[in-house]
């Protein structure tokens, strides 16, 4: 069994920073990707970044692009998102997730946690 435990959330003003991160525990030996998403209140849910467990390429959404940063630490099982010059339209639950060799879509998911950017 994995699981995974976001952790970094809160409440800033905009053009602030915040780091969140991701604990995966568990067998990961076949995690390939892994992920951060975000919901805001009334939208879909949508993908922000993804990075290549092995090799550590990233992908980003257009929407934030050269504000944020996605990272890992194999080591630590760890997966980080750097967030910097925070806008209001930025606040949202944010949620990390794995995908695996034998599965197609991402099936673990951590609590998310709440990211909340004032104007």
């Known amino acids: 069994q994995v699981q995974l435990v976001e952790s970094g959330g809160g409440l800033v003003q905009a053009g602030d920073s915040l780091r969140l991160s991701c604990a995966a525990s568990?067998?990961?030996?076949?995690?390939?990707?892994m992920a951060w998403f975000r919901q805001a209140p009334g939208k879909e849910r949508e993908s922000v970044a993804r990075?290549?467990?092995?090799?550590?390429?990233?992908y980003y959404a257009d929407s934030v692009k050269g504000r944020f940063t996605i990272s890992r630490d194999n080591s630590k099982k760890m997966m980080y998102l750097q967030m910097n010059s925070l806008k209001p339209e930025d606040t949202a639950v944010y949620y990390c997730?794995?995908?695996?060799?034998?599965?197609?879509?991402?099936?673990?998911w951590g609590q998310g946690t709440q990211v909340t950017v004032s104007s």
């Open positions: 568990g067998r990961i030996i076949s995690m390939t990707t």
């Open positions: 990075i290549n467990w092995s090799a550590g390429n990233p």
């Open positions: 997730a794995a995908r695996f060799a034998t599965v197609a879509n991402y099936g673990y």
